[in-house]
């Protein structure tokens, strides 16, 4: 259509350009205005037609292609929030997700969409004296929810911290205040800096535990009230009736209120194109949890839907050499999680800020 | 090393050497919890699934396809628990306890070698492996000595409190003998490892003891802990433009 070019305002003044409509119009008002204002309408006419026509000729263009990607993304693109859609539009929706996906990664793949059972709400429990900090949850868990993964961006939903074993001294009373080390951004008396809470994550020694350290692991701690949630101004996030908060991809704007409004550091953001290499790749994925993520949006743990709506215990708890992570129903007084709760001393992180977190640390 | 068994890589290029049918795959091996002691060989059970996902770089298991695969169902336990309520399965101990095979006939056959009533610890000639220094072993401070946990006349077996014969697939009726809150707490499900259903009705592999603790060396040394140091998985990596841990001294100008 090369007579229906997009109108520029050309302003040198290009002879070239004297057919385009909005230089017709002239405003100082010299010459006849009738045929200048019906140009200008006609020109919005054609434009209404032309972005009509050329959706239109998109929409025909891609369902004939071959790529798994551009056959569904104008579809994909313009779906409502999964929390509105009918059941049959989900179903749609997770038809045209699973064919793009089973394309792009060459495998038969899933793409789940079941919903909370009645009489469930999940909990979670972490011994944190029996943590090692092997990092092995960490790993299992980028194994099972297909997050990006090389040297650009690697996102991991599980943090590891490393906290000294504190101990007070008259001679270390004054060690790591402000003086030597200038600003602190974090630590504590002893130790300058650490980046989240007391402790550090990028710990790297030869072999774990270490002596003088206790590790702390923190990801979501799906909150009976997530800040989260209330801060999202497109009610992408939400609390499943089961407990974890998920979020619909398709509909997240990837404004990142949610990453400062979480007090716990549990959510991160696709900077760039994910990475997920094909053999890697998990196949069998729930809507709101593990499927492929696009650039732009958030992502976050989910206790594992795609495993837990199954029956299946997450994967963290699964890998964890030690025994370390319980998880259950919290509405079932013979669950692991209920035991812990009901015998051994318990503590929930940042509890003063309200959350009423489903994670619970405890010791023996 | 863990992760390779070179063993069986040099005896695969033996055969590969020999036979003209020759296949020079290599092995995977990765460990569940105790390194050298519940080791797991990487095998497909189905179409593009593995049984497990190994970690190449610590050597580990990180990830099961079929949480029961090569399990058995648990024996009974005299108290009710968990157990009770759900399906409760372990994985046999016996393929990770090498000479367990021969060790009741081979060598301790009843006659030989010949019993020593001798109750105090003193140095072993055999089994340094297991246990390097036999008179200060790294388990009950003194308090015990190899009888009182391995059966004296049937050597492939442990033995309880009233000398009865302990399977070794089923440490827990052994260790239970002391530990015994913890083992209340294991019964229960918030001591140990398991994997499988989360419901509590549900069905699940149950770790026992042994898998997570060596019982000859359960205090570490100086660590003084239950469970053997292991190498950590790599940490993440620094956000970009971030170039130590520590968030400071830069060293892109702003």
């Given amino acids: 259509m090369p007579e229906e070019k997009i109108p520029v305002v050309d302003i040198t003044g290009d002879p070239a350009s004297a ?29 209404a037609g032309l972005s009509a026509a050329s959706l239109v000729g998109t929409a025909a263009l891609v369902t004939g292609s071959d790529d798994a990607k551009a056959n569904t993304s104008w579809a994909e693109h313009f779906q409502g929030a999964y929390r509105l859609m009918t059941d049959e539009e989900k179903q749609e929706s997770i038809s045209r997700l699973e064919q793009r996906y089973s394309k792009e990664y060459g495998k038969n793949v899933t793409v789940d969409g079941t919903d909370a059972q009645e009489g469930v709400l999940f909990g979670y429990a972490l011994n944190i004296q029996k943590c090692i900090g092997c990092r092995r949850c960490v790993k299992a868990c980028v194994q099972e ?3 990006t993964r090389g040297d650009e961006q690697e996102i991991e939903w599980i943090r590891v911290l490393k906290m000294e074993k504190g101990e007070f001294t008259q001679e270390k009373l004054n060690d790591g205040y402000p003086g030597d080390y200038g600003i602190q ?42 800040p989260c949630v209330k801060v999202c101004p497109v009610r992408t996030t939400y609390r499943e009736p089961d407990g974890p908060v998920v979020v619909d991809y398709n509909w997240c704007i990837g404004c990142r209120m949610c990453i400062g409004a979480c007090p716990y550091w549990a959510r991160r953001f696709n900077w760039g194109e994910p990475k997920l290499p094909k053999e890697e790749m998990n196949p069998k994925t729930h809507y709101l949890g593990n499927r492929p993520r696009m650039k732009g949006v958030v992502e976050k743990c989910t206790f594992c839907i795609q495993r837990i709506r199954h029956g299946r215990y997450p994967a963290c708890v699964e890998v964890c050499p030690v025994g370390a992570r319980k998880f259950g129903n919290l509405l079932d007084p013979d669950s692991e999680v209920r035991r812990v709760l009901d015998r051994k001393r318990v503590f929930r992180l940042k509890a003063e800020v309200n959350t009423y977190p489903k994670f619970f640390y405890f010791t023996d | 090393m863990a992760f390779m068994k070179m063993n069986q890589l040099v005896l695969f290029g033996v055969l590969a050497a020999s036979s003209p049918l020759a296949f020079a795959e290599e092995e995977t091996v990765c460990f569940e919890s105790r390194e050298g002691s519940s080791e797991v060989k990487k095998t497909e059970i189905a179409e593009g699934l593995p049984n497990v996902k190994c970690s190449p770089r610590a050597g580990g298991v990180l990830w099961w396809g079929d949480p029961f695969d090569g399990t058995e169902p648990m024996g009974e336990m005299k108290i009710e628990a968990d157990y009770s309520k759900g399906e409760a399965v372990v994985k046999p101990r016996a393929p ?33 492996d297991v246990v390097p220094d036999a008179s200060d072993l790294q388990h009950g401070r003194g308090g015990i000595w190899c009888l009182d946990c391995h059966h004296s006349d049937t050597r492939n077996k442990l033995v309880d409190n009233f000398g009865n014969e302990v399977s070794f697939d089923e440490p827990q009726k052994l260790c239970g003998k002391c530990h015994g809150p913890i083992y209340r707490d294991w019964r229960d499900g918030i001591h140990g490892k398991r994997i499988g259903e989360w419901a509590s009705t549900g069905k699940k592999r149950w770790w026992v003891c042994t898998e997570c603790h060596n019982p000859h060396d359960v205090q570490q040394g100086a660590r003084n802990s239950g469970y053997a140091q292991l190498r950590p998985e790599r940490a993440p990596i620094l956000p970009k433009g971030i170039y130590n841990k520590d968030h400071e001294g830069h060293q892109a100008a702003h």
Wanted: net charge negative; aromatic share 8%; charged share 20%.
């Fill in chain 2, 96 to 128: 990770q306890l090498g000479f367990l095979p021969v060790c009741g006939v081979a060598c301790h056959n009843g006659t030989f070698p010949v019993k020593n009533d001798d109750p105090n610890p003193r140095k072993l000639v055999m089994h340094g």
């Fill in chain 1, 185 to 226: 951004v974090g630590g504590n008396a002893y130790s300058a800096a650490g980046v989240v809470l007391e402790g550090e994550h990028y710990y790297e020694p030869e072999k774990v535990p270490e002596a003088d350290s206790h590790y702390m692991p923190i990801a979501c701690m799906q909150c009976e009230k997530p």
């Fill in chain 1, 19 to 47: 057919g385009n409509p909005i230089q017709q119009w002239n405003p100082v008002g010299t010459e006849d205005q009738a045929p200048a204002s019906e140009s200008r309408r006609g020109f919005l006419k054609k434009g």
């Fill in chain 1, 145 to 147: 929810n297909n997050q």
